[in-house]
């Protein structure tokens, strides 16, 4: 065996990408774990500070990434039935949706300045202890996560050139594989962030 | 006649033989090598070494008198903060596994290369971009910073000097540590050679396993840390602020529970060195094989679950300080049991004092010192006694510097010709050897004393009767330094006079020592068939 054929083991890739995204959920791990904490030390201010966040802007867009992921994973099974056309179109709506993740978010933050929500503002500088920590969080952690989206973007849409230049093919999905765990783990620590932060009662 | 005499000569060099296509520093920066990425990091590593040991020789000789004696508190602050992320970051975490780990890894398995060469060589230039912004926070505008290598909050959060920068620099350098972490993860896993079975592993290679594990998954705690450091100081946010409701003690939380795992990233791989020398200078098979390599990943879990015990004085909850006290003596349980192999290894041995197997010998004494003192300090009664005193700064250098650093030189000694086909004179490092050992006790002991009679760490000046055992301990330093260049000075001098050797100098077992020295480009013209475990000196030479 050459090592450039040993530098195409598809098992090591794959299990590479796991352990990376390990890392990635440790990352937000530590944020999640700070969250608990202050929502045990306060619960109703944390009630009352998630109430404010938008149900309507947070379900929208968690409807776009759950269906974002469900598309990227239907690219890689054309991919391997060989429908080329096909992926690249549901690779496209993929990144269509992150595209769209990111506007309603800046959209959703737009709103919260206007209404003077903010660590560090008028409003939250008066409100009772606790609220102002749920906002700092909240802003930290999404923008975290708004990065994510924005590198999963950027990985699908350079897996989609190559699978357009006909780099990646059936034999040979694991670039497309690896790229659409990565978009997966967006997705997940999204379906974690909604619930913790939007749904909180 | 002249052709000939260069075939034999490419031989010698191995992959050291520059490409000749390109200039000779972009063979090296550019390579995708595992042994020259090893090498790379193996220079990069020993030259901040040398520099944040001059830094620690200048707060040795500050400390020489009470008062003032060659800088201030404020420079004080910033000298021991640059010492202590340099050798932590710089020094000791890269240290053994990224540069003898990435020479190595794939030799002792079996391998051509790493699973992610390219990877790999990112991680190399992610350290050194790390290295350089960590280090530029000296210059830039608001003075060096003087929060101590720990980053406490509120403090780091406010204080005016350049902490942002050193903060980024640790995020990038962290990053790093994690592509190593899994690219040798996914090595291990992979590319073993045939035959090559986890029970042939030699234990070099279980300690770098463990510590992988650690690197993935306690760094990216490490990392949110300190984007939390960012985010107090360049957005305010105020998540530690007990005025805004916050909870300092929550940062002390995140930030040991990567940097108390991350101590098991220094002192691990360190272990697996000394159980590679050990049977090799005894002549004798290691004793209880599966124990030595179970208990590097003992040590890495519980390991993981002991972080409180930094945070005794800092207002936990006595539940809180009892659990964390008990699972600390834990952690001494599987570390004890190497040192228990380690010496019935030796017992019966035909034992060989070279260089490599003084250095290993003294990780072993030094580290035990620091292992026991570690359980006074894990003690919840007696550490309030001694927290944040010099008896604390004496016991982490006992592991880190006593352990660490000195398996760094046994490695250093005993792969040396490996890497570079040539031998150092012996003498000259058995004396080098011999200065330190006596600098370093010298040193740290008198810290551990002049600790326990209660002089704080972290202060430019102490009280008159702490004198007199602050002036050996700086003495000590010098003594130590003295050793410490005799050291490099006699390895330079072999790097370029050295006499040659042939593949095996040492007639150990491990597959490293089956390819010539320096080892070929792509290591094994063959892939190796593995016929035997790694400690069957019988067999040495053989695959
Ligand atoms: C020439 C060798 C060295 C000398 C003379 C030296 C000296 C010192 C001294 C005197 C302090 C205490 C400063 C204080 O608390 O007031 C200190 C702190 C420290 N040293 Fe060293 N040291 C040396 C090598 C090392 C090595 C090899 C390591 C790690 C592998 C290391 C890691 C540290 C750390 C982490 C601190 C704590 C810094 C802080 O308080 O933030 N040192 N050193």
Redesign the pocket.
Known sequence: MNPSAQHQDAEGARLGMWLFLFSELLMFGGLFVVFAVYLQRYPAQFADAGRQLSLFFGTGNTVLLLTSSLTVALAFEALRQNRQRLCQGLLGFTILAAGLFLVNKGLEWHAKFQHDLYPGSQTLRQAPAGQELFFGLYYLTTGLHGLHVIFGGVILSWVLVQVRQGRIIATRPTMLENGALYWHLVDVIWIFIFPLYYLLL | MGKVIQMGEYFRRGFLEPSGKQPALFDWIFSTDHKRIGLLYLYSICTF?AV??TI??L??LE?IAPGRTIVGPQIYNAL??L??VI??FL??IPGVPAAFGNFLLPLQIGARDVAFPRLNLLSWWLYIFGAIMALSALFGGGGAPDT???FYLPFAGETTTNVSLAVFGVFVLGFSSILTGLNFITTIHRMRAPGMTWSRLPLFIWSLYATAWVQVLATPILAITLVLILSERVLGLGLFDAARGGDPLMYQHLFWIYSHPAVYI?VLPPMGVVSEIIPVFARRPIFGYWFVAASSIAIAAAGSLVWGHHMFVSGMSDTAVLVFSLLTFIVAIPSAVKVFNWVATLYGGSIRLDAPMLFALTFVLLFSIGGLTGLILGSAATNVHVHDT?FV?GH??YT??GG??FAFFAALHYWFPKFFGRMYNNRRATWAWGTMVIGFNL?YFS?MVVGMHGMP???YDYLPQFTHLNQIATIG?WI??LGMALMAVNLLIALRRGQHVGANPWEAATLEWTVASPPPPENFEELPQVSHGPYDLKRAGEA
Request: charged share 10%; hydrophobic share 55%; no cysteine.
């Open positions: 070494f944040g040991a620690g020789l707060i040795r400390l021991f903060t010492h202590g050798m932590i020094f000791i101590g290598w720990t220094m010099h700064v982490f250098h880190m510097f660490g650093g040193l810290m760490r972290r202060y330093s130590l330094a």
